[in-house]
């Protein structure tokens, strides 16, 4: 079984964390995974850095810009994390834009991801029809989950759609704007939460988007799985670095 699929059956609110590989510092990255572990997240998200970010938010491309500068790469990311499962035991996922990976080779990509102990990939320019026709067997072959976005503007029957197309979890977009621009839940996304959650789908909801502290983690976790959190965590890491991240933490689940 996935590790995603195990994690997804515990009995508690899942918190998730993203991070850009390759920031603050290139070689941050897995000891930000093993802190983040350490301190009780339940799964990652590792962001592959890409230089035209079209759905994030300044402070994500930002962090991707630097990474970039750092001179991370896939190969490179590939290689820092050849040896994360003789200490990480959480789900991992990477999550980016397609490009890459098609720049790598999607197989060559995706058994990479098996040997090193990567259980999903986030793609969110990656269309639905393209990807089961394309490349769905080849996901499946090497054990990943491919996990897809839906948001307010996604209508019932594309929902549906995703959800029978799905074998994890549906990354929730709490808003159709870009990642870290809100603050807090208004009644619109209430109204969405509470839509989604009466759909009764197959798949758990993880809500991403404008969770930066134990109050949204809350709201957002009132009806859904769990919760991304990406914007807020850089900000901290590009604030205090990498030595302090059971602090931030701690603020999330209080």
Same mark, same amino acid.
């Given at each position: 079984?996935?590790?995603?699929?195990?994690?997804?059956?515990?009995?508690?609110?899942?918190?998730?964390?993203?991070?850009?590989?390759?920031?603050?510092?290139?070689?941050?990255?897995?000891k930000i995974i093993q802190d983040l572990e350490k301190n009780g997240v339940d799964m990652i998200e590792i962001g592959l850095p890409f230089s035209d970010p079209l759905a994030d938010g300044p402070t994500i491309q930002a962090s991707s810009t630097q990474a970039l500068k750092n001179g991370m790469t896939t190969s490179l990311?590939?290689?820092?994390?050849?040896?994360?499962?003789?200490?990480?035991?959480?789900?991992?996922?990477?999550?980016?834009?397609?490009?890459?990976?098609?720049?790598?080779? +999607?197989?060559?990509?995706?058994?990479?991801?098996?040997?090193?102990?990567?259980?999903?990939?986030?793609?969110?320019?990656l269309p639905l029809d393209v990807y089961q026709e394309d490349y769905e067997t080849i996901f499946k072959k090497y054990g990943l989950v491919n996990v897809f976005l839906i948001t307010p503007q996604t209508s019932d029957a594309r929902i549906r759609q995703i959800d029978a197309a799905s074998d994890g979890f549906i990354y929730m977009v709490s808003s159709a704007s870009v990642t870290g621009s809100q603050d807090g839940f208004g009644n619109n996304?209430?109204?969405?939460?509470?839509?989604?959650?009466?759909?009764?789908?197959?798949?758990p909801q993880v809500v991403g988007f404008g969770i930066n502290n134990s109050e949204t983690?809350?709201?957002?976790?009132?009806?859904?799985?769990?919760?991304?959190?990406?914007?807020?965590?850089?900000?901290?890491?590009?604030?205090?670095? +990498?030595?302090?991240?059971?602090?931030? +933490?701690?603020?999330i689940r209080k």
């Open positions: 079984m996935n590790r995603i699929h195990q994690k997804l059956q515990e009995d508690k609110k899942i918190l998730s964390i993203y991070f850009t590989a390759g920031y603050p510092s290139l070689n941050d990255t897995v990311l590939f290689q820092q994390l050849k040896d994360i499962r003789e200490s990480v035991s959480i789900p991992l996922i990477l999550m980016g834009y397609f490009n890459p990976v098609l720049q790598y080779g +999607v197989e060559e990509f995706c058994k990479k991801c098996q040997e090193i102990g990567i259980d999903g990939l986030i793609l969110p320019d996304q209430e109204t969405y939460f509470e839509r989604i959650a009466d759909m009764k789908l197959k798949n983690f809350l709201q957002a976790t009132k009806q859904a799985k769990g919760a991304i959190i990406g914007s807020a965590f850089i900000k901290f890491l590009t604030q205090h670095g +990498v030595d302090k991240i059971g602090d931030f +933490v701690k603020g």
